[in-house]
């Protein structure tokens, strides 16, 4: 069975970070698009970053670029969202998605077909 399965998530200052997890079972990540996406209270789910496959192409959002860094480790079947210089909107739950494609789409929640149950990002002081 495809599982998704997040972790990392938690309470942070503005300017804090925190590293995302995302742990895949029951599939091979090295075949897989990854994005990350959240979702903030009485807001539509938003892509946030997504990394290809095979060769890792790594796209964001304008509003993470140079914060956030999306990475993969396909010997752990892992995916991570580094985030760095955390604001307060930020703050969401942040989901993994997949497809079996080597193309990912930051802002196209549609394209992907295996979901995580999410994990929660505070960010306050």
């Known amino acids: 069975q495809l599982q998704l399965v997040e972790s990392g998530g938690g309470l942070v200052q503005p300017g804090g970070s925190l590293r995302l997890s995302c742990a895949a079972s029951?599939?091979?990540?090295?075949?897989?698009?990854i994005g990350w996406f959240r979702q903030a209270p009485g807001k539509e789910r938003e892509g946030v970053s997504c990394?290809?496959?095979?060769?890792?192409?790594?796209s964001y959002a304008e509003s993470v670029k140079g914060r956030f860094t999306i990475s993969r480790d396909n010997a752990k079947n892992m995916v991570y969202l580094q985030m760095n210089s955390l604001k307060p909107e930020d703050a969401a739950v942040y989901y993994c998605?997949?497809?079996?494609?080597?193309?990912?789409?930051?802002?196209?929640?549609?394209?992907?077909?295996?979901w995580g149950q999410g994990t929660q990002v505070t960010v306050s002081s």
């Open positions: 998605a997949a497809r079996g494609a080597y193309v990912c789409y930051v802002g196209r929640k549609e394209w992907y077909d295996y």
């Open positions: 029951g599939f091979t990540l090295d075949y897989y698009a």
């Open positions: 990394i290809r496959s095979r060769d890792g192409s790594t």
